[in-house]
């Protein structure tokens, strides 16, 4: 079998391609897309304490330390103490984080209503229900070992 012709193949190369191109987006902002996807995940009014960030983004929180530690020194987050559990840290976009968060999500709508509307509605559908059954199988396969 060609590589090709694999599924692997094709999401792997659909990824880094996604990727370059909203690391592109990112650079003009300063950012990185690691720092535009933590951006989406921290709740903009609550803050979002930091032990939930990586399991949303299925990061390990090794990683994640590392990239809230930019963050923090590039002014688009704060990390406070919990109001309601002390051992917990809360962290709190900055108005500056804030408008990276929106970029963000402004690029990641963009690029969804191009794909959107370069398919027809059974097309869009079928993405779906093709990467649905793909994450079933993943998850019945991860079950077994």
Request: aromatic content about 8%; charged content about 30%; proline content about 1%.
């Amino acid at each position: 079998m060609k590589k090709e012709e694999t599924i692997d193949f094709h999401i792997k190369s659909c990824w880094h391609s996604i990727s370059r191109m909203y690391n592109q987006k990112a650079i003009q902002e300063g950012i990185t897309t690691s720092i535009g996807f933590v951006l989406i995940n921290i709740n903009s009014k609550e803050g979002t304490p930091a032990t939930k960030i990586a399991p949303m983004m299925g990061l390990e929180s090794r990683s994640l330390t590392r990239v809230l530690k930019t963050m923090e020194d590039k002014g688009l987050i704060s990390k406070k103490a919990d109001t309601l559990d002390k051992r917990s840290v809360r962290v709190f976009l900055t108005e500056e984080g804030k408008r990276k968060k929106a970029v963000s999500v402004e690029t990641i709508m963009d690029f969804n209503e191009k794909v959107k509307n370069s398919l027809s509605s059974e097309e869009w559908d079928t993405f779906f229900e093709v990467f649905n059954k793909i994450n079933k199988v993943i998850s019945y396969e991860q079950n077994k070992i």
